[in-house]
């Protein structure tokens, strides 16, 4: 399956040079962020009405959600989504290498407008939000005018600066959020991640802990491109509808929603349909340990889990001119400790040379 659009952060790291999760933090643990900058209005002289809050959708959606409503630690899932060796943490706004779009923190868009995303599957009565950028800001509980700051230095510095400028200003720029700034922006977007997460799943509340966790990073890391995954889709909808048909499997699946399925039989065949995909294989490691999630058994032992993922889900091989296609062997060593399988690759070259 090929996804249409890229990952951004990953896109960053792969412009860059450097190691990098997809959007993807330290949990904070708080239930409501802090509401946006309330507007006064004034009444009589010398007196003040209640402060107006701004109540939109995704305020709403923050305002309505409560740690009881999944059966994981939100506080968990930032720290996987800002995990510490994430070298793409960035407190200023800085080019998309793909499209130039501003993103900040750990891939946060910053002037993305509120997309449509109708609900394709009858059976789900759950919708989609995609709030603006601008809404997810106010969301998180910052001032609007700030959000204008940031957009217009970035704005100046790229009709001024090329991309060599770009990465090598990159991590020196001056923050424009703090680290808590970001990692709000962060727990919005995780929150938002949930909330679609009920719309791509019918039985997401009968899903385990683990297992909710993985369709929330799913939803984060790739947004409205999850929707390619339509065999994926299908699975953990079992039932008829449009899902089931763009997959191919009509004919095979019952009329109306089906019981969720928790043998291990069942979710290897949904595991299976995401090893195949194209995110799996450009992002490994990261696969790995979303796609074991989805083990019923993953709670009893989540190294083991990923251990059976790993097996199926081989390193890609690197085919580079004028040289033999890389093996699994290295392909694993460049994915899980890039660092180290660049010294060894120079040490190598260094005794090949002095062979020679």
């Given at each position: 399956?090929?996804?249409?659009?890229?990952f951004?952060?990953?896109?960053?790291?792969?412009?860059?040079?450097?190691?990098?999760?997809a959007?993807?933090?330290?949990?904070?643990?708080v239930d409501?962020?802090?509401?946006?900058?309330?507007?006064?209005t004034?009444?009589?002289a010398g007196?003040?009405?209640?402060?107006a809050?701004?109540?939109?959708?995704?305020?709403?959606?923050?305002e309505?959600?409560?740690?009881?409503d999944?059966?994981f630690?939100?506080?968990?899932?930032?720290?996987?989504?800002?995990?510490?060796?994430?070298?793409g943490?960035v407190?200023?706004?800085?080019?998309?290498p793909?499209?130039?779009?501003?993103?900040?923190?750990?891939g946060?868009?910053?002037?993305?407008?509120?997309?449509?995303?109708?609900?394709p599957?009858?059976?789900?009565?759950?919708?989609?939000l995609?709030?603006?950028?601008a809404?997810?800001?106010q969301?998180a509980?910052?001032?609007?005018?700030?959000l204008?700051?940031i957009?217009s230095?970035?704005h100046?510095?790229?009709?001024?600066?090329?991309?060599?400028?770009?990465?090598?200003q990159?991590?020196?720029l001056?923050?424009?959020?703090s680290?808590?700034?970001?990692?709000?922006?962060v727990?919005?977007g995780?929150?938002q991640?949930?909330y679609?997460a009920r719309?791509?799943c019918?039985?997401?509340?009968?899903l385990?802990?683990?297992?909710?966790?993985a369709?929330a990073?799913?939803?984060?890391?790739?947004?409205v491109?999850?929707?390619?995954?339509?065999?994926?889709?299908?699975?953990?909808?079992p039932?008829?509808?449009?899902r089931a048909?763009?997959?191919?499997?009509?004919g095979?699946a019952?009329?109306?929603?089906?019981?969720?399925?928790?043998?291990?039989?069942?979710?290897?065949?949904?595991?299976k349909?995401?090893?195949?995909?194209?995110?799996?294989?450009?992002?490994?490691?990261?696969?790995?340990s979303?796609?074991?999630?989805?083990?019923?058994?993953?709670?009893?032992?989540?190294?083991?889990?990923?251990?059976r993922?790993?097996?199926v889900?081989?390193?890609a091989?690197?085919?580079?001119r004028?040289?033999p296609?890389?093996?699994?062997r290295e392909?694993a060593?460049?994915?899980?400790?890039?660092?180290?399988a660049?010294k060894?690759?120079?040490?190598?070259?260094?005794?090949?040379?002095?062979?020679?």
């Open positions: 399956m090929r996804i249409q659009q890229p951004t952060v990953a896109a960053l790291a792969l412009a860059l040079g450097i190691p990098a999760f959007q993807s933090t330290s949990g904070t643990g409501t962020p802090a509401p946006p900058t309330p507007e006064v004034s009444t009589h007196e003040q009405a209640a402060p809050v701004i109540s939109t959708p995704a305020v709403k959606m923050l309505d959600f409560r740690a009881s999944v059966k630690d939100l506080s968990e899932l930032l720290d996987i989504l800002r995990d510490h060796r994430h070298e943490w407190l200023a706004a800085y080019p998309d793909k499209t130039s779009q501003p993103l900040i923190g750990a946060f868009s910053l002037d993305l407008p509120a997309r449509a995303h109708p609900q599957d009858p059976l789900n009565p759950h919708p989609f995609e709030p603006s950028s809404d997810l800001w969301a509980g910052f001032d609007p005018a700030r204008d700051d957009l230095v970035f100046e510095r790229r009709s001024e600066w090329s991309k060599r400028t770009w990465r090598r990159l991590f020196s001056p923050p424009q959020i680290d808590e700034d970001a990692m709000q922006l727990r919005v995780a929150i991640a949930i679609n719309a791509y019918r039985n997401f509340d009968e385990t802990g683990p297992q909710q966790m369709m990073q799913l939803v984060y890391q790739m947004g491109n999850l929707e390619h995954f339509s065999s994926f889709l299908a699975l953990v909808n039932g008829a509808g449009p048909e763009a997959a191919g499997l009509t095979t019952q009329d109306g929603p089906v019981a969720l399925d928790q043998t291990s039989e069942y979710w290897t065949g949904v595991q349909s995401l090893m195949t995909t194209q995110w799996a294989r450009l992002y490994r490691t990261r696969a790995i979303v796609i074991a999630m989805l083990d019923p058994a993953y709670g009893d032992d989540p190294t083991a889990a990923e251990r993922v790993g097996v889900l081989r390193p091989v690197v085919h580079r004028g040289r296609a890389a093996t699994t392909i060593a460049t994915t899980t400790h890039r660092g180290h660049h060894a690759g120079r040490s190598t070259r260094t005794r090949s040379r002095k062979r020679a």
